[in-house]
Nanobody
């Protein structure tokens, strides 16, 4: 089993900052990339930022210059530093990891992705 747990959500005023953290655990699981997604009420889940093994990053246009994603391979964790927050950033933020999981019954690695349960970020105007 692969477990993904997010931390750090909360309520902040517009212009403020928050840092989200995501910790991944699981035996026989190799992480290739991680990312943060968000879902606002009545909207579809959307990509916020991703980071690959080579540290290549990708950001949604709406957060470029304000959000920074990072990873700590030793801790199997991904962080999202959010600055200059806006009310439209209000959403549930989800951590996602993509990698390879060894399936013992098949004696092989299989592509696998896992999601956390999400953490609420609310930005007041």
């Amino acid at each position: 089993q692969v477990s993904v747990v997010e931390f750090g959500g909360g309520l902040v005023q517009a212009g403020g900052s928050l840092r989200l953290s995501c910790t991944v655990s699981g035996l026989l699981f190799t992480i290739n990339s991680g990312g943060w997604y968000r879902q606002a009420p009545g909207k579809e889940r959307e990509l916020v930022a991703t980071i690959a093994n080579d540290l290549t990053t990708n950001y949604a246009d709406s957060v470029k210059g304000r959000f920074t994603i990072s990873r700590d391979n030793a801790k199997n964790s991904f962080d999202l530093q959010m600055s200059d927050l806006k009310p439209e950033d209000t959403a549930v933020y989800y951590c996602n990891v993509v990698g390879e999981r060894f399936v013992v019954s098949e004696s092989r690695y299989r592509h696998h992705q896992a999601w956390g349960l999400g953490t609420q970020v609310t930005v007041s105007s």
